[in-house]
């Protein structure tokens, strides 16, 4: 069914993201149903949900990686339904993926140039002028610089722990300067340490940066996001402040049950604590 968004808290400024009425189907079985929200330019949104809630499904149809069986999704007044990925990206949409895209075989300098230059690694050297090519190795460095890799620049990406690739896979969604960044599970298998480290890179995010994070990590929510929108079968069922989200009684009664009335969200919100698949119901 479609379902009516829930009250959203009053918010000033410019529409960054919109969708109405988004659904979509997987062989008659509605992964992501009438789901309708704004966001505006530079808020902060945490999305939740059990695995199979339709998470990654809702982000692959924002990105253009999946088209939508119904519905309309806006980036600042324009609409990009029916735009390809790489449209998206030019009008200023990042993302990062549960499964990094990180190239192992390249070092962190290497991964940031050629996100930069938006080169193959084989053209690097096909730059027009020597002074262009050293401001945008100066971008490198700054980016790198901006969170925390700079001592790690001419490592190989395969020697980088898991939070310094998680942090490279965000540096690489920013090379591009978007407008718009959907972040799906960055704190995704990370140490306690290396959760530190994500919240204080989502931090260190520019001000005017709209973003949309995916995240189980309860404590990564409370630190990066103004407001969490909740799903639950595909349908978008509440939205608030993490404090009122963490007090919703629908939203512990998906996630613990009726017996567990009264009681907290977890720390990992999830019911199941795996990664959640690119395909189907997520």
């Known amino acids: 069914?479609?379902?009516?968004?829930?009250?959203?808290a009053a918010s000033t400024g410019e529409v960054a993201l919109r969708v109405e009425s988004l659904g979509r189907q997987f062989a008659g079985v509605k992964a992501v149903d009438g789901v309708t929200l704004s966001v505006s330019r530079?808020?902060?949104?945490?999305?939740?949900?059990?695995?199979?809630?339709?998470?990654?499904?809702?982000?692959?149809m924002l990105s253009g990686e999946l088209k939508?069986?119904?519905g309309r999704i806006e980036m600042f007044g324009q609409d990009v339904t029916r735009l390809p990925a790489h449209r998206r990206v030019a009008l200023g949409l990042g993302r990062t993926y549960q499964v990094t895209r990180v190239l192992h075989g390249l070092t962190v300098r290497e991964n940031l140039t050629v996100a930069v230059h938006g080169l193959s690694r084989s053209k690097l050297g096909l730059l027009r002028s020597w002074r262009a090519y050293r401001r945008q190795m100066e971008q490198v460095e700054e980016l790198a610089a901006s969170f925390g890799l700079e001592n790690r620049l001419d490592v190989l990406a395969e020697a980088l722990s898991h939070g310094e690739v998680r942090q490279l896979d965000v540096c690489l969604a920013l090379a591009l300067k978007p407008s718009?960044?959907?972040?799906?599970?960055?704190?995704?298998?990370?140490s306690p340490a290396e959760r530190v480290d994500i919240r204080a890179l989502l931090n260190r995010l520019p001000p005017e940066l709209t973003l949309i994070l995916i995240e189980h990590d309860m404590d990564v929510l409370r630190s990066a996001v103004d407001e969490i929108a909740v799903l639950h079968h595909g349908e978008y069922v509440a939205r608030g402040s993490v404090a009122e989200i963490q007090q919703n009684e629908?939203?512990?009664?998906?996630?613990?049950?009726?017996q567990a009335e009264g009681a907290e969200l977890p720390k990992e919100t999830a019911l199941n604590a795996g990664t959640e698949s690119g395909g189907g119901l997520v």
């Open 1 to 8: 069914m479609n379902t009516t968004a829930p009250a959203q």
């Open 68 to 70: 939508p069986t119904s």
């Open 42 to 60: 530079g808020a902060r949104l945490g999305i939740i949900g059990p695995n199979g809630a339709g998470k990654t499904t809702f982000f692959n």
């Open 180 to 190: 718009i960044l959907l972040l799906d599970e960055p704190a995704a298998g990370l």
């Open 250 to 258: 629908l939203v512990r009664e998906l996630y613990l049950g009726k």
